[in-house]
């Protein structure tokens, strides 16, 4: 009795015939980062829009804290000086009509009156414009920036 075989084409070269491909995980790469979250790629355009205005209106001292893990209300703070009661005012007027140029829509703004304290809120963006004095005397930094905290109390310690 004669087996016959059945014929297979075997490519030169190649020793064996391939193995059935199978699903494996995809790779992890390193390099690449995971897309922000939505809330930050929201807020990064409004926080250079603001950063703009003050930029072009001369505010002194400004600072840009992220507070998305420290509270609910907001997820950057940014606070800045003036130099008077009346530049503090054009600041915050100004960041209003960068606002809504770049399309975003002010909940509302305090302290406009007097002008030693304004604060425009921008939904995710809450936007503090201080005169120094103010500023020194309620000192917002070390309230919302937890490193600045830390470094207070390891001066008062020290």
Sequence with gaps: MVVKRAKTSR???SAAPKAPKTRRAPRKAAAKAAPPPANVRRIRPLVQVVEGALDEMKAANVRVLDVHKLTDIADTMIIASGNSDRHVRS??????EHAKKGGFRPMGVEGERDGEWVLV?????IVHIMLPRVR??????SLWDVSAARREAAERTA
């Design 11 to 13: 490519r030169a070269g």
């Design 91 to 96: 600041i915050a007027d100004r960041i209003i």
């Design 121 to 125: 809120d921008l939904q995710d963006v």
């Design 136 to 141: 020194e005397f309620y000192r917002l930094e």
